[in-house]
């Protein structure tokens, strides 16, 4: 039985291109600077997306970590949208290693209201200042969400006018640029640093980069390193990151169509879809009891993530046949049958 993993976009294989341009890569010792291949990603990267230098890091946890502990004094907090991946799933490593905390600002669809932000923001000495205010775009619990570009811009004057940096958790960058039909540089256009994933949608085995001005790159080399994340021989990793970036985003409007079959489908099957929020590769879906759901499912062949007690996310991606979709609701109209 074909399995059809509907998990995360991290699931994707590096594609045969990519396999062969690993084995070829020119590679070097990265921790030296040394290596030609991780250099060249890091060069290709910064000038897609505007930037003075990106740098190589093995997952978007690590770059959004080290981003924040590029802006945050310890002791200091760090404005979100609510729902948040650096709040939800990067395990405390704001506290742990940043020294900072978080103040959520309600954000439907993934949009936090900029006036919003700007209360947001703390001056009491009572309180933590404010260190940074953070955006994520796609949003991945809002539904993998788009934030406008105007409303990035109206959260980058609040911050400006209050004197703060701004970072993009940009995990499904590419995503939003697709969904946006607008270019990297625009999207990336005024954050003082960017977070992108290779390894998600854009096919990378391993791998993410965050752009940043020049000034910053000494010490986000030195927080990589305190961190682990100073490889060697990367290039091998690197090869494979170059084709996700330059072949990559080509794949993503085939996700995001497929995403929008499987969720008109389980509209179909009178499940509860917020359909407004299938802007990109990301179907949520409320099912009671959704970890035993996710189980029955497992068991016809079709895998998907409980991301709540009756939430289920189901996540297209590039290595999904056309013929998977339709397969799948068969499947999920068995396992609801099931209940
Ligand atoms: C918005 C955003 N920012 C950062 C990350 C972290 O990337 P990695 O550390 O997994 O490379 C993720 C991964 N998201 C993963 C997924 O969606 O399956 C899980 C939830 O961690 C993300 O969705």
Redesign the pocket.
């Known amino acids: 039985m074909r399995i059809i993993d509907l998990?995360?976009?991290?699931v994707t294989r590096p594609t045969p291109a990519m396999r062969k341009a690993m084995a070829e890569a020119e590679v070097g010792d990265d921790v030296y600077g040394e290596d030609p291949t991780v250099n060249r990603l890091e060069a290709l990267a910064a000038e897609m997306l505007g930037f003075e230098t990106a740098l190589f890091m093995?997952?978007?946890?690590?770059?959004?970590q080290v981003a924040l502990m590029l802006h945050l004094k310890r002791g200091q907090e760090v404005i979100a949208p609510e729902g948040?991946?650096?709040y939800?799933?990067?395990p405390g490593s704001l506290a742990v290693l940043a020294g900072g905390t978080i103040r959520l600002v309600k954000a439907p669809y993934g949009i936090p209201d900029p006036e919003a932000v700007r209360a947001a923001i703390h001056t009491s000495v009572h309180q933590a200042p404010t260190g940074l205010i953070a955006l994520?775009n796609?949003?991945?619990t809002a539904g993998g969400t788009v934030v406008p570009i105007a409303v990035q811009r109206a959260i980058q004057r609040v911050a400006e006018e209050a004197g703060l940096p701004t970072h993009l958790?940009g995990?499904?960058f590419f995503n939003a640029v697709v969904a946006l039909q607008t270019t990297p540089v625009e999207l990336a256009k005024g954050f003082r640093t960017v977070?992108i994933?290779l390894?998600?949608g854009l096919g990378a085995p391993v791998g993410?980069l965050l752009l940043m001005p020049k000034e910053y790159r000494a010490e986000a080399w030195r927080y990589r390193k305190l961190l682990g994340g100073g490889m060697r021989q990367a290039g091998v990793l690197a090869a494979a990151g170059i084709l996700a970036l330059t072949e990559g985003p080509g794949h993503l409007a085939r996700d995001h169509q497929m995403a929008r079959a499987l969720a008109e489908g389980l509209l179909r099957l009178c499940l509860e879809v917020d359909l407004q929020a299938v802007q990109t590769n990301m179907v949520y879906v409320q099912i009671p009891q959704a970890p035993a759901f996710v189980q029955r499912l497992r068991g016809l062949g079709v895998l998907a993530?409980a991301m709540g007690p009756s939430r289920v996310?189901f996540?297209t991606h590039r290595d999904l046949h056309d013929e998977d979709i339709p397969l799948a609701l068969k499947r999920i109209e068995q396992a609801l049958q099931v209940a």
Request: include cysteine.
């Open positions: 998990r995360s976009d991290t093995p997952s978007g946890t690590m770059t959004n948040a991946h650096i939800e799933y990067e994520e796609t949003h991945n958790d995990a499904r977070s994933c390894s998600k993410s993530n996310r996540v």
